[in-house]
């Protein structure tokens, strides 16, 4: 499994971004994705993922700004953030693991892949 995110850059405060994760060596499928992100001075935490069914799973503080899908396919994995905020600001990562047809992910632990992850900025 090897993740690429891809998507991210400089943005002014209120403005969207669309962030994309794909498997550079085969699709997605029988796979949970999340984001996670990690702040300047912070530890990482947990945005929001989703199982290989479709489930979805937010941090409570997100929801309402931030949206994950990913396509039929299931070759790529998308987080829409909207409504962008200074505090956004931070490197963000796709992760995957193994669903084993569980209906569930955690975003509060790590997930077994990584990306190398990308760069959100925003401007006030």
């Known amino acids: 499994v090897q993740l690429v995110e891809s998507g991210g850059g400089l943005v002014q405060a209120g403005g969207s971004l669309r962030l994309s994760c794909r498997n550079s060596?085969?699709?997605?499928?029988?796979?949970?994705v999340g984001w996670f992100r990690e702040a300047p001075g912070k530890d990482r935490e947990g945005v929001v993922c989703?199982?290989?069914?479709?489930?979805?799973y937010y941090r409570d503080s997100l929801k309402g700004r931030f949206t994950i899908s990913r396509d039929s396919a299931k070759t790529s994995v998308f987080l829409e953030m909207t409504s962008l905020k200074p505090e956004d600001t931070a490197t963000y990562y796709c992760?995957?693991?193994?669903?084993?047809?569980?209906?569930?992910?955690?975003?509060?632990?790590?997930?077994?892949?990584w990306g190398v992850g990308t760069p959100v900025t925003v401007s006030s």
């Open positions: 992760a995957a693991e193994r669903s084993y047809g569980s209906n569930y992910c955690n975003i509060d632990y790590g997930m077994d892949y």
């Open positions: 060596g085969s699709t997605l499928d029988s796979y949970s």
């Open positions: 989703i199982t290989d069914n479709g489930n979805t």
